[in-house]
């Protein structure tokens, strides 16, 4: 058990310009969720998966932002168009699911937007 | 809608000196409860959960929390500080889904 991946650890980018991040989930969990941690805040959710299904969607989450998982393993999160309020780390997690509710946090993709 | 609210930004102990991080929520149902742990450069780390049952709760690195149903409250407690559990400390909430607090900042003085 690895634990939960995520790449790249930081991107700089330029406003205007799209951004995909990866998150591997520790393996056998059918769960992933994506949040988005500002400084000074705790994780604001963003969207979850059961296996390859997006069952929910935060408001926060524009009409930039998708994520995907498409064989239920790892995830990606895309943000087209970023803007300099994207800034922020985004965090993923997963969990066993079924009855459990623990989740596991990656270390997080820092998005600076210059 | 759910919320959870922490009131303390940031708490100064000294090491060897007990804690306590409080923890208010706001929800119809009892949810489920949740403390995790955020060291710099790191990812967080769940330290304990209630769900149900008795409401002393006992996690990893010898912190504990509390239920308390009419206060709405789930705090976290540690007899005796150590150096290394400086970090910043988020309570979270499962209800209808995730909802973390805005973190408490623990510095510990040697």
């Known amino acids: 058990d690895t634990g939960v991946s995520q790449n790249p650890r930081h991107k700089i980018t330029k406003r205007g310009q799209n951004v995909t991040f990866r998150c591997d989930p520790i393996?056998?969990?059918?769960?992933l969720y994506w949040y988005r941690q500002t400084l000074g805040q705790g994780p604001e959710f963003l969207t979850y998966f059961q296996n390859e299904a997006q069952l929910e969607k935060s408001r926060l989450l524009s009409d930039r932002f998708s994520a995907e998982r498409p064989k239920g393993s790892f995830s990606t999160l895309e943000i087209q168009r970023t803007e300099q309020g994207d800034s922020a780390m985004y965090l993923c997690?997963?969990?066993?699911?079924?009855?459990?509710?623990?989740?596991?946090f990656g270390p997080g993709t820092r998005l600076t937007v210059t | 809608a759910q919320s959870v609210t922490q009131p303390d930004i940031h708490i100064t102990v000294s090491e060897g000196a007990s804690l306590e991080l409080r923890c208010n929520y706001s929800?119809?149902?009892?949810?489920?409860l949740f403390w995790y742990v955020q060291s710099p450069g790191q990812g967080l780390q769940l330290l304990l959960k209630y769900f149900s049952g008795d409401t002393l709760v006992q996690g990893i690195k010898g912190f504990e929390a509390e239920f308390k149903r009419s206060q709405s409250s789930f705090n976290l407690r540690k007899p005796s500080v150590h150096w290394s559990d400086a970090a910043e400390y988020f309570c979270?909430?499962?209800?209808?889904?995730?909802?973390f607090g805005p973190g408490t900042r623990l510095s510990v003085l040697p």
């Open positions: 979270a909430v499962f209800g209808q889904n995730f909802v």
């Open positions: 929800y119809g149902a009892t949810p489920y």
């Open positions: 393996s056998e969990h059918n769960r």
């Open positions: 997690a997963s969990s066993p699911g079924a009855s459990s509710y623990e989740q596991y």
